[in-house]
């Protein structure tokens, strides 16, 4: 077999093979025997003719086609393991010169994992966010605990800060209902900031049975492009004023919320969890800045077929989290204020940024020689087989192979990036 290799591309090949007589031969010898196993010959038990027997009873043209596609499917993964490359999809195959007994030539194209370059992966320079909690965050907790203690009593006078209307509302742009801009009895606490500025204001002072018109502008940064700085009119009946009475922040209120002998001991308690909670989303920060520094430190092309399987996997996870809503995709575009076009562009950003970073990090772990046990696979699909105990489906995605190799493949990833926490952390000194 003579290989000859043209690069189209940072992530794809193409292969021009040329196979000897001796290889034709061998292909041509399996086709008969395989064209042959049904084949009745007489004095022959069915399929037991000697091959050149069985070969003058079948059709020249039958022999010489299934032999060229087992040359052509026995060589091609050979071709590319010679010529060190891994393609990421079954190669195209395209027979250029096809001469039973004497010659075949056939070109495979494919993308291939592509060569990496990795930059440097120690001495990052990445910053960490701060965990410190401020008396203020302590505060924020202890309002939100009262809050869900207040007690509330309707009231026959005018809405002030701080008291719960119940509303129905109707959100229009240009004299049209807009979806997502209505609710009926919705309960708004006045000065929570819940709604767009002048909302919750423009409610203050009126009282149940009052209509009112509140024609507000959005943010500019609205997270729905079509309403972002767009001008529109709320049509608000407000049907019931409610009275909030919250409770004093005192002793008695932290026995209420567990084990507490006293505020001091609840707000030392508040303190523990938001600092343990900065830190996790600190740590995951730090993550994510370090991948993404050794990313840009790095030449990485990215394969079109990695590319299109991340974004399928976005849309996926998208679309499953919409149904759980009982939405379409097209509901989530619809609230995202977006166009099929816009989202795409926008996840292929996302979508190219991920292979970048599993490649990267797929590289590092080759280099640095990270691997993981074949016990802690296991135990990670033992862990998963007790969550999926309930849906047989899942449970029998967990038996394929593939779905191993995919969990050893995240295991290693996490184990990397682990690692290169612990080379850009300062060294810590007894």
């Given at each position: 077999?003579?290989?000859?290799?043209?690069?189209?591309?940072?992530?794809?090949?193409?292969?021009?093979?040329?196979?000897?007589?001796?290889?034709?031969?061998?292909?041509?010898?399996?086709?008969?025997?395989?064209?042959?196993?049904?084949?009745?010959?007489p004095?022959?038990?069915?399929?037991?003719?000697?091959?050149?027997?069985?070969?003058?009873?079948?059709?020249?043209?039958?022999?010489?086609?299934?032999?060229?596609?087992?040359?052509?499917?026995?060589?091609?993964?050979?071709?590319?393991?010679?010529?060190?490359?891994?393609?990421?999809?079954?190669?195209?195959?395209?027979?250029?010169?096809?001469?039973?007994?004497?010659?075949?030539?056939y070109?495979?194209?494919?993308?291939?994992?592509?060569?990496?370059?990795?930059?440097?992966?120690?001495?990052?320079?990445?910053?960490?966010?701060p965990?410190?909690?401020?008396?203020?965050?302590?505060?924020?907790?202890?309002?939100?605990?009262?809050?869900?203690?207040?007690?509330k009593?309707?009231?026959?006078?005018?809405?002030?800060?701080?008291?719960?209307?119940?509303i129905?509302?109707?959100?229009?742009?240009?004299?049209?209902?807009?979806d997502?801009?209505?609710?009926?009895?919705?309960?708004?606490?006045?000065?929570?900031?819940?709604?767009?500025?002048?909302?919750?204001?423009?409610?203050?002072?009126?009282?149940?049975?009052?209509?009112?018109?509140?024609?507000?502008?959005?943010?500019?940064?609205?997270?729905?492009?079509?309403?972002?700085?767009?001008?529109?009119?709320?049509?608000?009946?407000?049907?019931?004023?409610?009275?909030?009475?919250?409770?004093?922040?005192?002793?008695?209120?932290?026995?209420?919320?567990?084990?507490?002998?006293?505020?001091?001991?609840?707000?030392?308690?508040?303190?523990?969890?938001?600092?343990?909670?900065?830190?996790?989303?600190?740590?995951?920060?730090?993550?994510?800045?370090?991948?993404?520094?050794?990313?840009?430190?790095s030449?990485?092309?990215?394969?079109?077929?990695?590319?299109?399987?991340?974004?399928?996997?976005?849309?996926?996870?998208?679309?499953?989290?919409?149904?759980?809503?009982?939405?379409?995709?097209?509901?989530?575009?619809?609230?995202?204020?977006?166009?099929?076009?816009?989202?795409?562009?926008?996840?292929?950003?996302?979508?190219?940024?991920?292979?970048?970073?599993?490649?990267?990090?797929q590289?590092?772990?080759?280099?640095?020689?990270?691997?993981?046990?074949?016990?802690?696979?296991?135990?990670k699909?033992?862990?998963?087989?007790?969550?999926?105990?309930?849906?047989?489906?899942?449970?029998?995605?967990?038996?394929?192979?593939?779905?191993?190799?995919?969990?050893?493949?995240?295991?290693?990833?996490?184990?990397?990036?682990?690692?290169?926490?612990?080379?850009?952390?300062?060294?810590?000194?007894?």
């Amino acid at each position: 077999m003579k290989t000859t290799i043209k690069k189209l591309s940072a992530t794809k090949v193409e292969l021009k093979v040329t196979l000897s007589p001796a290889e034709l031969e061998r292909a041509k010898n399996q086709a008969i025997d395989r064209l042959s196993q049904d084949l009745r010959v007489p004095g022959f038990r069915k399929g037991k003719a000697p091959r050149k027997v069985a070969a003058q009873h079948l059709s020249a043209n039958d022999i010489n086609s299934t032999a060229a596609d087992i040359a052509v499917r026995t060589t091609v993964p050979v071709a590319f393991t010679e010529a060190k490359l891994n393609p990421l999809v079954i190669p195209n195959v395209n027979i250029t010169k096809y001469v039973p007994d004497e010659t075949l030539e056939y070109v495979a194209t494919a993308e291939i994992l592509p060569e990496v370059k990795l930059g440097k992966f120690k001495k990052l320079k990445v910053k960490k966010l701060p965990t410190a909690v401020s008396p203020a965050d302590i505060q924020e907790i202890l309002d939100r605990i009262a809050t869900s203690y207040a007690k509330k009593q309707t009231v026959k006078r005018p809405a002030a800060l701080g008291d719960e209307v119940i509303i129905d509302f109707v959100g229009k742009k240009d004299d049209i209902a807009f979806d997502g801009g209505s609710a009926k009895d919705y309960a708004l606490t006045l000065g929570s900031n819940h709604f767009i500025p002048g909302f919750e204001d423009g409610l203050v002072g009126k009282a149940s049975g009052d209509k009112v018109e509140l024609p507000l502008t959005f943010p500019k940064d609205y997270h729905n492009k079509n309403l972002a700085g767009a001008k529109v009119v709320f049509e608000v009946l407000v049907k019931q004023v409610n009275q909030v009475t919250k409770p004093k922040q005192d002793d008695a209120l932290a026995k209420k919320c567990g084990p507490f002998k006293n505020l001091t001991e609840l707000k030392a308690d508040i303190k523990k969890n938001l600092t343990a909670q900065n830190e996790a989303r600190a740590l995951e920060h730090y993550k994510d800045s370090l991948v993404n520094a050794l990313v840009a430190g790095s030449k990485i092309p990215t394969p079109d077929i990695l590319v299109s399987d991340q974004l399928n996997f976005i849309k996926e996870d998208i679309t499953r989290n919409a149904a759980s809503r009982g939405q379409k995709f097209e509901d989530y575009l619809a609230e995202a204020g977006q166009t099929v076009e816009e989202w795409e562009k926008e996840a292929t950003k996302l979508a190219t940024a991920r292979v970048k970073a599993s490649l990267a990090l797929q590289v590092l772990a080759r280099e640095q020689n990270i691997t993981v046990e074949d016990q802690v696979v296991e135990a990670k699909i033992a862990e998963l087989r007790d969550v999926y105990q309930k849906s047989p489906e899942a449970l029998k995605n967990l038996q394929d192979p593939r779905v191993h190799a995919d969990i050893r493949n995240r295991l290693t990833i996490e184990k990397t990036v682990d690692y290169l926490v612990s080379v850009n952390s300062p060294a810590k000194t007894s």
